[in-house]
């Protein structure tokens, strides 16, 4: 059974793909590293004021040139564009990876270490 695309491709999304696709090979090749992954998929729920707040980053992100619009797009679906308390707040089937890279940039793009 296919799964459902629920964003960009990865292999499309510039920067953020190349880091998702990075940290699944390190996965499949590192079974400790990932659990950790998976543990963390909790700890990257986001309220609908933080998927609000993601949203706006990404957008300010592009427009300011610090996104490509690839990656941004992939920022959008990767959240969806109503928050629901399902997937944690992400639109549905995205994966631990993606949350943490996601996470990762949109703390990068409101300067929080």
Avoid: C
């Avoid at 990932?34 to 986001?46: G, H, R």
Wanted: aromatic share 10%.
């Amino acid at each position: 059974m296919a799964t459902r695309k629920y964003m960009f491709e990865v292999g499309k999304a510039g920067r953020l793909g190349e880091a998702v696709t990075r940290l699944k090979a390190r996965m499949a090749h590192d079974p400790d590293f990932a659990a950790k992954v998976q543990s963390l998929d909790p700890v990257n729920n986001i309220d609908f004021q933080e998927h609000f707040a993601y949203q706006n980053a990404q957008a300010q992100g592009f427009a300011r040139g610090k996104l490509t619009q690839s990656e941004a797009t992939f920022i959008y679906r990767s959240l969806g564009a109503v928050w629901t308390p399902t997937n944690g707040g992400w639109a549905r089937g995205v994966d631990p990876v993606t949350k943490i890279v996601i996470t990762k940039t949109v703390g990068e793009l409101l300067g929080v270490s």
